[in-house]
């Protein structure tokens, strides 16, 4: 059974920083392109970061260039990402999953809430 586990959410002022875990299972994590997504208030979820299976590729939407960072453990089956200079439109829920063909396959989890405000 495909899980993901996702934490590190919270409260943060503009221009703070945080910093999100998600622990996968039940699929081959270290063979699998992961990523991080954000569902903001009303908004659609869209993809935030990828990074390769071996984590010698990683990729961010426009919005996450220059202040995110992406990165994998893939000995313990994490994904993290590290958000710096946090905006108010960084607010939402964050996602993890494995994306194959460029697509998620997997069951969503409950994702870990993040809302930037002063």
């Known amino acids: 059974q495909v899980q993901f586990v996702e934490s590190g959410g919270g409260s943060a002022q503009p221009g703070g920083s945080l910093r999100l875990s998600c622990a996968a299972s039940?699929?081959?994590?270290?063979?699998?392109?992961m990523a991080w997504y954000r569902q903001a208030p009303g908004k659609e979820r869209e993809l935030v970061a990828t990074?390769?299976?071996?984590?010698?590729?990683?990729n961010y939407a426009d919005s996450a260039k220059g202040r995110f960072t992406i990165s994998r453990d893939n000995y313990k089956n994490t994904v993290s990402l590290q958000m710096n200079n946090l905006k108010p439109d960084d607010t939402g829920v964050y996602f993890c999953n494995a994306l194959v063909l460029g697509s998620t396959i997997y069951p969503w989890g409950q994702g870990t809430l993040v809302t930037v405000s002063s």
């Open positions: 039940g699929f081959s994590f270290s063979r699998s392109v």
């Open positions: 990074v390769t299976k071996t984590d010698d590729k990683r």
